[in-house]
Nanobody
Framework: QVQLVESGGGLVQAGGSLKLSCAAS????????MGWYRQAPGKQREWVAG???????NYADSVKGRFTISRDNAKNTVNLQMNSLKPEDTAVYYC???????????????WGQGTQVTVSS
C-alpha cells in the first residue's frame, strides 16, 4: 500500500505565503513525476505544478512566478511554496505521485487526501 499525506494548508491573507508538503510512504520502488492539483468550489480540478524525478519543473500560467515546487527524492516528498497568494488561489490542494512498485512495471498515480487553502481579501 502507498499513502500520500499532505500538510501545510490553512487560512492566509492576500499577499501572504503558505508552504504545502506531501510525503509518500509504503511499497515504493521509485517515484516518477510528482505535483499538485487544486479544486475550487464549483470548479473542475486543475493542475498547478509538477516536477519530474530529474528535477524539471512546470507550472500553470496562473501560478508562474508566485509558486515554487520542489522535491526530495531521498525522503519521497514534494513541496509547494506559495507566495503572493490571491483570493482566487483558494481551493483544496491535492498532491499526486506516479509510483512504481517494482522494476519493469507501469507506474500508478496516487493522490493525497487534499488540504484546504483559503486566501482572504
Amino acid at each position: 500500500q502507498v499513502q500520500l499525506v499532505e500538510s501545510g494548508g490553512g487560512l492566509v491573507q492576500a499577499g501572504g505565503s503558505l508552504k504545502l508538503s506531501c510525503a509518500a510512504s509504503g511499497s515504493i520502488f521509485r517515484i516518477g513525476a510528482m505535483g499538485w492539483y487544486r479544486q475550487a468550489p464549483g470548479k473542475q480540478r486543475e493542475w498547478v505544478a509538477g516536477v519530474t524525478s530529474g528535477g524539471t519543473t512546470n507550472y500553470a500560467d496562473s501560478v508562474k512566478g508566485r509558486f515554487t515546487i520542489s522535491r526530495d527524492n531521498a525522503k519521497n516528498t514534494v513541496n509547494l511554496q506559495m507566495n503572493s497568494l490571491k483570493p482566487e488561489d483558494t481551493a483544496v490542494y491535492y498532491c499526486y505521485a506516479d509510483i512504481y512498485y517494482s522494476a519493469g512495471v507501469t507506474s500508478r498515480t496516487h493522490w493525497g487526501q487534499g488540504t484546504q487553502v483559503t486566501v482572504s481579501s
